[in-house]
């Protein structure tokens, strides 16, 4: 009697403590993370734009606003570090994007972040663009952790086609699992379809299981492409690109809107995190905006990195929500950060170049990070269109520099400080197109190839501190042949004639 009753005792002490201890049976909150495309600095309603963004304005004004936060200059990089947690460098993509005629992908051996999800019970879904290479099966993001897929494989296309131009080719690409759905939604617009189908998978969504849903919108990437309703109410607008731009972002605001309430109508709400991120600056040329930072879309300066980002979430300690972080926080970091952060789960954290920041975006404690690389890339500036890219990449020598030098295209970040080197592309300050202000094009020097900056005090690079500080320039080039010696070799394949769509029934598939 006395054992048995001892035994109760214990199990009922126990499970006292498991019921006041939040860490006696963690629960798994489920993980909604979408992404947009191109998406500008200056084009969201808190930043000051006249696109209105009702939407995210709220969800950032409940959440947390991260405006030390950054991503990469280009799409694969941005969607490579998310995936893996692994600097570009660290994968073989720090040079340009995967075209689509590229035997390349995110390299197989790397768990991505939806595989540790996957293992740590959640159920794993992406809708959107998946732009991490599809030459082969393995690469396709079916076989990536991705329980369900609906959205395409490359890197942009016709939000009506549904079709994708590359390297004067073209093929559809939409997909639902596997299989090819293009003829299916022919007509329908891609930032609709990807929304309803979302908001699918939430109301379809079995609540005992934690849900990961990866929404990497089309919206706003160019072609310029929204239904005129869109458009009405910026007739104010007199620049067509960006009257177009401004009714797209308003549709994925829109869309926004509607995920939202699918998990608030359906009670996942009150146990979500959502993260909502650029993949890089806007592209003047197609609309965005990076206003008042410095260069655009492709470029090392601001306007290429410092991204638009903010978590929405009732998990949230409440003496954050309704703040801005000054945190220094990547997009490598959401690896660790969501696995081991947020779900739970465990991560090698010797194998990453993420943190994990979750204590500083819930609690508002320090980031652990205080340096960070923005790439380097030691082959020369890539073109911007799929035919010089495949020129380019028949004609690329991987003999690279055995030591890095300051010609070498690359940025590092620690602290305050910035130095950029080599050729950071546009470093132009573009206002918006209405504003009255008028652009200004530095000149680079003959032979320039070298910048340090202090973000804090001067976030518009305006300020050159190169030949000021000169110590703080030998310590990061010295940091950067750390990382240049770290670095794997490049992936930047030839173009491969067998990718081709019209061998492939007109359609981007995996051609090995």
């Known amino acids: 009697m006395y054992s048995i009753s001892s035994s109760l005792l214990l199990c009922c002490s126990v499970l006292l403590l498991c019921l006041a201890s939040i860490h006696c049976a963690p629960t798994r909150p489920n993980i909604v993370f979408i992404l947009a495309d191109d998406y500008g600095y200056h084009d969201i309603g808190y930043h000051g734009s006249e696109i209105k963004t009702p939407n995210l304005d709220k969800l950032a004004a409940e959440g947390v606003k991260l405006e030390n936060y950054y991503v990469q200059p280009i799409c694969t990089p941005t969607r490579s570090q998310l995936m893996s947690g692994k600097y570009q460098i660290h994968t073989g993509l720090q040079h340009s994007i995967i075209w689509s005629p590229q035997p390349s992908c995110l390299p197989v051996e790397d768990p991505t972040l939806a595989d540790q999800l996957l293992k740590v019970g959640y159920a794993t879904h992406i809708v959107g663009k998946w732009h991490l290479g599809f030459y082969k099966k393995a690469c396709w993001p079916t076989r990536r952790g991705f329980q369900t897929f609906f959205g395409y494989l490359t890197g942009s296309e016709d939000y009506y086609k549904h079709t994708h131009p590359s390297n004067g080719w073209n093929g559809k690409d939409l997909r639902d699992g596997e299989t090819e759905v293009e003829d299916e939604y022919k007509g329908k617009y891609s930032t609709h379809i990807f929304a309803k189908r979302a908001e699918e998978i939430i109301h379809n969504h079995d609540a005992t299981q934690p849900l990961f849903l990866y929404i990497p919108f089309q919206a706003v990437h160019s072609p310029l492409q929204v239904p005129v309703s869109y458009t009405e109410q910026y007739s104010f607008i007199q620049n067509k690109a960006r009257r177009q731009y401004a009714g797209m972002v308003s549709c994925m605001d829109e869309a926004v809107g509607n995920i939202t309430q699918a998990l608030k109508k359906t009670k996942l709400w009150d146990d979500t995190v959502l993260i909502f991120s650029t993949d890089n600056g806007g592209q003047i040329l197609s609309g965005g905006n990076n206003w008042p930072l410095r260069g655009w879309k492709k470029s090392l300066w601001e306007g290429g990195v410092h991204g638009v980002g903010f978590v929405a979430s009732p998990l949230l300690d409440p003496s954050v929500r309704g703040t801005v972080s000054k945190e220094l926080i990547h997009v490598s970091d959401w690896y660790p950060t969501l696995v081991q952060g947020v779900a739970g789960g465990t991560v090698n954290s010797s194998a990453l170049d993420g943190y994990n920041v979750w204590n500083a975006i819930r609690t508002g404690s320090a980031s652990p990070r205080h340096e960070l690389l923005h790439n380097i890339d030691p082959l020369r500036y890539s073109p911007s269109n799929s035919v010089a890219a495949c020129k380019e990449a028949n004609d690329a020598s991987l003999i690279l520099p055995s030591k890095f030098n300051q010609s070498i295209r690359a940025a590092i970040r620690y602290k305050d400080w910035k130095l950029i080197t080599g050729q950071p592309g546009n470093g132009s300050w573009i206002p918006t197109p209405d504003s009255g202000l008028h652009p200004f094009h530095p000149v680079t020097p003959p032979g320039k190839d070298l910048w340090l900056f202090n973000i804090k005090d ?55």
């Open 458 to 512: 001067d976030p518009t690079e305006k300020t050159d501190l190169s030949d000021q500080n000169h110590e703080m320039v030998a310590f990061l080039l010295d940091r950067l042949q750390v990382y240049y010696w770290s670095s794997v070799p490049v992936n930047y394949p030839k173009c491969d004639p067998n990718a081709n769509p019209a061998l492939h029934n007109d359609t981007w598939t995996n051609w090995e």
